[in-house]
């Protein structure tokens, strides 16, 4: 079902109209899975927020890990597709699926993770200790208790 209408396109306009895809695509995906997980786990629309809010309650987090996963296809899985769809006859080999990567850079991407760890909890520790001037005092509180 390759639609294939850009492939002549210029760079530019192929980013911006990806671009244009992945949001349309994420607001279908997160409009039809906030209302499956309406009736899914039978919430009230405009509790939502409480929900969100009280991380206390292991109900409320069974829902946010659902909406994680609904964000994630909706954002990262599905819009290469349908992008892919618009770009190439053969959505498959657009976006390299028969092709396994190679050992050498399986190692390096773990070393990646493994390395940016220390670099991620430096600035984690860096912002906690994050000092604000005295006028900013509210805003200062206010990142405290989101945290």
Same mark, same amino acid.
Request: glycine share 2%.
């Given at each position: 079902?390759?639609i294939?209408?850009f ?7 192929r980013?911006f109209?990806?671009l244009?895809i ?5 607001l ?8 499956a997980?309406?009736?899914?786990f039978?919430?009230? #629309? ?6 969100? *809010?009280? +991380?206390?309650?292991?109900? /409320? ?5 659902? =909406?994680?996963?609904i964000?994630?296809?909706?954002l990262?899985?599905?819009p290469?597709f ?11 080999q657009?976006?390299?699926?028969k092709?396994y ?11 990646? #993770?493994?390395?940016a760890v220390?670099?991620? *909890?430096? +600035?984690?520790?860096?912002? /906690?200790?994050i000092?604000?001037?005295d =006028?900013?005092e ?10």
């Amino acid at each position: 079902m390759a639609i294939n209408y850009f492939t002549q396109s210029t760079a530019a306009f192929r980013l911006f109209f990806a671009l244009f895809i992945m949001v349309i695509v994420f607001l279908i995906v997160l409009l039809i899975g906030t209302i499956a997980g309406i009736f899914i786990f039978d919430v009230n #629309i405009f509790e939502a927020e409480n929900v969100f *809010n009280d +991380l206390s309650n292991p109900a /409320n987090l069974s829902i946010i890990k659902y =909406f994680q996963i609904i964000n994630s296809l909706g954002l990262f899985v599905i819009p290469p597709f349908v992008i892919a769809a618009f770009y190439s006859k053969d959505i498959i080999q657009y976006l390299s699926l028969k092709t396994y990567p190679n050992i050498t850079e399986l190692l390096l991407v773990i070393i990646l #993770i493994i390395s940016a760890v220390p670099g991620i *909890n430096l +600035l984690a520790e860096i912002n /906690n200790n994050i000092q604000l001037p005295d =006028f900013m005092e509210p805003v200062e509180t206010w990142m405290r208790a989101s945290e």
